[in-house]
């Protein structure tokens, strides 16, 4: 089962429910409603009147008696909140459920883990190109993983040029200059 990966169709969001005090789904958004409806596995079946506990232990993997067993506890209120992460490392979903304050229910949310990475990895690139100086980033073996705008016009190359490429290989000249200095 990969419960971890968004409903085929529409983009990503988080699915969420409002479980009974028993596990049953009595509200969904959109989102966990498309999934419950999608015939691939992400959901598929688990709508409202359906028991998620139940599906948890019928569809997911080697989580499921970690995820079952989280839940129940989290709808017996020995617990407040349950979290965990499933799914394989290429598409990770993070099960997340909440008591509700002062009522029987909880709130169950699946949510795309990679999606949420990809936000924070796209907002920090954003943050980084709207510096002042110049920034590049290399991986061990000296190659161009990212540049800012700044970064391009300090050393006169456009990144399609520089990405991917040695910084030796790129500017032969830098290395050579450092030996004769001495």
Known sequence: MDASRPPSSGPA???????????????????????????????????PGGDFVQWCEAHLDHAAGQAASGLRQVLAGDMDT??????????RTELSAT???HQPHVLVTLEDVADREAQ??????QIIDNIQEAFFALDRDWRVTYLNARAEALLDRPATELLGRS????FPH??????LER
């Open 13 to 47: 969001r988080s699915r969420l429910a409002v479980l009974d005090h028993q596990g049953h789904v009595i509200a969904a958004n959109e989102a966990w409603l498309l999934a419950a409806d999608d015939p691939s596995p992400a959901l598929a079946g688990c709508r």
């Open 82 to 91: 349950f979290v965990q992460t499933l799914g394989d490392p290429g598409h």
């Open 99 to 101: 008591r509700l304050p």
């Open 120 to 125: 924070g990895a796209q907002a920090t690139a």
């Open 167 to 170: 910084l030796w290989e790129t």
């Open 174 to 179: 830098a290395l050579l200059g450092r030996y």
